[in-house]
């Protein structure tokens, strides 16, 4: 069994920063990879940013330059940095985790979701 643990989510004004985590515990086998999503009302969920396991970031660009994805040393912590925020980004955070399975198969995990709100 996996847990996904997400904290930091909050309401901030737009130009201010907010710091996202998740903690993934359980019967962990190879994180493939660790990432960010995010869905605003009405809109599909979607990247926000990604960590490979060799370190490699991806980022939407709509964010580009504002956030930046990170992780610890043990690597089943990932962090989301978010800088310079704008109201179009609130939404509703999700962290994922890419199980990656000995016999092949990949899973994906999700975190609870927090919520990130940005007035004007």
């Known amino acids: 069994q996996v847990h996904m643990v997400e904290s930091g989510g909050g309401l901030v004004q737009a130009g201010g920063s907010l710091r996202l985590s998740c903690a993934a515990s359980?019967?962990?086998?190879?994180?493939?990879?660790m990432g960010w999503y995010r869905q605003a009302p009405g809109k599909q969920r979607e990247l926000v940013a990604a960590?490979?396991?060799?370190?490699?970031?991806n980022y939407a660009d709509s964010v580009k330059g504002r956030f930046t994805i990170s992780r610890d040393n043990a690597k089943t912590t990932v962090y989301l940095q978010m800088n310079s925020l704008k109201p179009e980004d609130t939404a509703v955070y999700y962290c994922?985790?890419?199980?990656?399975?000995?016999?092949?198969?990949?899973?994906?995990?999700w975190g609870q979701g927090t919520q990130v709100t940005v007035s004007s």
């Open positions: 960590i490979s396991s060799g370190g490699n970031t």
């Open positions: 359980g019967t962990i086998f190879y994180i493939n990879a």
């Open positions: 994922n985790m890419r199980d990656e399975k000995p016999w092949g198969r990949v899973d994906d995990y």
